[in-house]
């Protein structure tokens, strides 16, 4: 009872199956329990099985399995959040891995245990649908999806349009390559790396003050890194599907099948220049723009409906007992300055728990943090969770006098470490450690150099700034925009580190360019240290790295860090 | 004669498909898009049932001006997750207007079918080596869909605005 009611509680705050969803969800796991049986008993090859078991998030890893389970657009409940640590005790090995694309991923369950695995998700409205192959995956958005100030409206209920119109799309199920799409609801700021997305979804209002999208397409990252181009300006909201179905036929009909280095929808619209891919697109949409898929302003009205807000409480900013507290405890000063962030609602923050800690794998929680965190969630932001892009987690709605207590729990966690937005924030893929495909490991590049740069006052001295590191050329680490990007590379069998610099996923978006020749491991951490050294040197009042870097360019860097 | 799978059931094929030019046997036929190209009077005059088979790359515009004559459209898949067939269906069926028989062959299976039939496709010649008992159950693998499609006019989200 209490646990039905602590559900319903959180339903305000999320989407709800209906028995539609629920339906389609239940007949995958019978499907795939069909698909894993017929396998095993050596009825489907490994070669047919392989995209059936991809389209359910399943990976054959260099030691074991790899399931990556979807977490639509980032949003979870407490409850959910339960099942997924009782998942990682009961059928992996105490703990699973928060993507940079909102996902978690299991990296040792059983193959023949998954649709097992995936009945226990679909009882709590949960699936690893499409999370990996040649097909549309999770979307994604921004973490502070309607709780910040300053969006043009929320994004989620454009996110879950976008899920269930991609979620067995019959005609775009065995695309060229895989396809990515993210949301930005604001202006100012993107914290989803919407530009390097195969389709980035702006919601934008025009000079009427109608509400729609610009559409951007062929970003992405991998070999060929590309800051996508705008096709569409201005897209009324109700074309958005119809819109989407003319830019993957597109894609379906013309994207490239002979190499998949080249598949991905960035290399055909760099080939056809983006104006004669938007051509293209516009010519398809306006047989695809029918009645039919226009999508009535009730069913935007209904997924809204989803997504209102809590029960929040009148509340001022900044109250006696959060400003006492701020004055007396310099940590929890510190924290609340940096993992904290501003709520559109007076007396509530956005809290960030950082996946971050030294010595723990980026992005990495155990099955109990798993449930303290529901727990707190439960206490103190009324059961919802959120997973981050940075690889963190986010709990959105918490009372500014409840932020002390949170952090000492959060502390005792091992979640409290003050560094979002710093260098130790590192997004880092699971690399050689655990990927077939990497040429490198990225965990302990990334542990070194959170170990070097273990003074928080310096690391608060240099300021914003992303570091992602990348195993190999798939660039699951996103090193390409980050401030400083790290890659792995093989030279003749032995793990070397190629070092990017002025990239960056905000709105702002650019691709680093490669400093030079590749190092050793052990030499990584010397060499941020020399980068920065030279920013630091350079910096001019408060500028942050990446304007310093775009500033004074990348020759003085390279002078120093190879002299 | 094969069976093949047409219209939700297991049935004898009708159909020999010829890929070598030359004189049409006195059957039912589906001619490749080179024979089309090279005999299209010939195949046309075909006193039996008659279509063509198109390979992914060969776009079904390059047909369109005879869909009418024709009794069958195959679309053959060499590999099944090269997926350009399935726009093919849905632009032949939305488009193009046909409504002759529209059939998968090639690397064809169960696994593949739901989405084949959502797409277009009544008809499906599962590959040699594949049960087709079991191929048949693949077309019910699910009840309900959130697409539009050609089996579905209505995208979910309007038909559960009417429910």
């Given at each position: 009872?209490?646990?039905?009611?602590?559900?319903?509680?959180?339903?305000?705050?999320?989407?709800?199956?209906?028995?539609?969803?629920?339906?389609?969800?239940?007949?995958?796991?019978?499907?795939?329990?069909?698909?894993?049986?017929?396998?095993?008993?050596?009825?489907?090859?490994?070669?047919?099985?392989?995209?059936?078991?991809?389209?359910?998030?399943?990976?054959?890893?260099?030691?074991?399995?790899?399931?990556?389970?979807?977490?639509?657009?980032?949003?979870?409940?407490?409850?959910?959040?339960?099942?997924?640590?009782?998942?990682?005790?009961?059928?992996?090995?105490?703990?699973?891995?928060?993507?940079?694309?909102?996902?978690?991923?299991?990296?040792?369950?059983?193959?023949?245990?998954?649709?097992?695995?995936?009945?226990?998700?679909?009882?709590?409205?949960?699936?690893?649908?499409?999370?990996?192959?040649?097909?549309?995956?999770?979307?994604?958005?921004d973490q502070f999806a309607g709780v910040v100030a300053g969006e043009i409206i929320d994004p989620r209920p454009t996110c879950e349009l976008i899920r269930q119109w991609s979620t067995f799309h019959p005609e775009f199920a065995f695309l060229p390559r895989k396809f990515k799409i993210a949301v930005n609801a604001h202006p100012d700021v993107d914290r989803a790396a919407t530009a390097v997305h195969d389709i980035g979804v702006y919601i934008v209002k025009n000079d009427a003050g109608e509400i729609g999208y610009k559409i951007l397409v062929g970003g992405g990252l991998g070999r060929t890194p590309i800051i996508g181009s705008v096709i569409r300006d201005f897209l009324p909201q109700a074309e958005l599907i119809a819109y989407l179905e003319a830019v993957l036929r597109v894609y379906n009909l013309y994207g490239r099948r002979d190499n998949k280095y080249k598949a991905r929808i960035k290399i055909l619209v760099k080939a056809l220049t983006p104006e004669v891919f938007a051509q293209k697109v516009e010519a398809e949409f306006l047989h695809t723009n029918s009645e039919a898929l226009r999508v009535p302003a009730q069913e935007f009205n209904r997924l809204a409906s989803f997504f209102t807000e809590p029960a929040y409480a009148t509340l001022n900013d900044n109250p006696d007992a959060l400003t006492q507290k701020l004055n007396d405890n310099k940590a929890f000063a510190l924290w609340f300055s940096h993992n904290t962030h501003a709520h559109k609602k007076l007396g509530y923050r956005i809290v960030t728990l950082s996946l971050k800690k030294t010595g723990v794998a980026t992005g990495d929680i155990t099955s109990e943090q798993m449930e303290a965190v529901a727990n707190l969630a439960e206490k103190y932001s009324f059961g919802e969770v959120r997973t981050t892009h940075e690889q963190n987690i986010v709990l959105a709605d918490v009372r500014q006098e409840q932020l002390f207590e949170l952090w000492e729990q959060v502390s005792a966690l091992g979640f409290a470490t003050a560094n979002i937005g710093f260098l130790t924030n590192i997004i880092c893929c699971p690399g050689g450690d655990f990927c077939s495909l990497a040429n490198a490991k990225s965990i302990p590049i990334a542990e070194q150099i959170q170990r070097r740069f273990d003074d928080l006052e310096e690391v608060y001295n240099i300021g914003e700034l992303d570091i992602n590191i990348s195993g190999c050329m798939n660039a699951c680490g996103h090193h390409h925009v980050g401030h400083i990007g790290i890659l792995g590379v093989d030279k003749k069998g032995n793990e070397y580190y190629q070092v990017s610099l002025g990239g960056s996923s905000g709105h702002d978006a650019s691709i680093g360019s490669i400093l030079g020749p590749s190092f050793e491991a052990e030499e990584m951490a010397n060499v941020v240290e020399?980068?920065?050294?030279?920013?630091?040197?350079?910096?001019q009042d408060n500028e942050r790295f990446l304007e310093t870097y775009r500033r004074i360019g990348i020759e003085k860097f390279k002078e120093r860090v190879y002299a | 004669m094969p069976n093949i799978i047409k219209n939700g059931a297991i049935v004898a094929?009708?159909?020999?498909?010829?890929?070598?030019?030359?004189?049409?046997?006195?059957?039912?036929?589906?001619?490749?898009?080179?024979?089309?190209?090279?005999?299209?009077?010939?195949?046309?005059?075909?006193?039996?049932?008659?279509?063509?088979?198109?390979?992914?790359?060969?776009?079904?515009?390059?047909?369109?001006?005879?869909?009418?004559?024709?009794?069958?459209?195959a679309l053959d898949f060499p590999a099944f997750a090269d997926g350009r067939g399935y726009s093919y269906a849905v632009l032949l069926r939305q488009r193009y207007g046909f409504t002759g028989e529209l059939r998968a062959t090639g690397d064809i299976f169960k696994d593949n079918l739901f989405y084949l039939k959502r797409c277009g496709f009544d008809s499906f010649a599962v590959r040699a080596d594949k049960d087709l008992q079991v191929a048949l159950q693949g077309l019910t693998d699910f009840s309900e869909s959130y697409q539009a499609s050609i089996d579905e006019s209505q995208?979910?989200?309007?038909?559960?605005?009417a429910s």
């Open positions: 009872m209490l646990c039905a009611l602590l559900f319903k509680h959180s339903a305000r705050l999320m989407y709800q199956y209906d028995a539609y969803d629920q339906k389609i969800v239940d007949q995958r796991v019978a499907q795939y329990r069909d698909q894993t049986q017929r396998y095993l008993a050596g009825e489907l090859t490994e070669d047919e099985f392989r995209p059936f078991r991809l389209q359910n998030g399943l990976y054959i890893q260099r030691y074991a399995p790899m399931l990556r389970v979807a977490i639509p657009y980032g949003m979870l409940s407490s409850t959910q959040l339960r099942t997924l640590g009782h998942i990682a005790r009961q059928y992996d090995r105490g703990y699973a891995h928060i993507s940079t694309r909102q996902n978690i991923q299991y990296n040792w369950p059983q193959l023949e245990k998954v649709p097992d695995i995936l009945a226990e998700l679909a009882q709590v409205q949960m699936h690893s649908i499409q999370t990996s192959g040649n097909c549309i995956r999770n979307t994604t958005t020399e980068v920065l050294n030279t920013y630091l040197d350079n910096r | 094929d009708s159909y020999q498909v010829i890929v070598e030019a030359g004189s049409l046997p006195n059957n039912d036929i589906i001619v490749s898009l080179d024979i089309w190209l090279s005999q299209k009077e010939a195949v046309l005059a075909h006193a039996y049932k008659k279509g063509i088979m198109l390979k992914p790359d060969q776009h079904p515009e390059a047909i369109i001006e005879s869909l009418n004559q024709l009794d069958i459209i995208p979910l989200y309007r038909r559960r605005l």
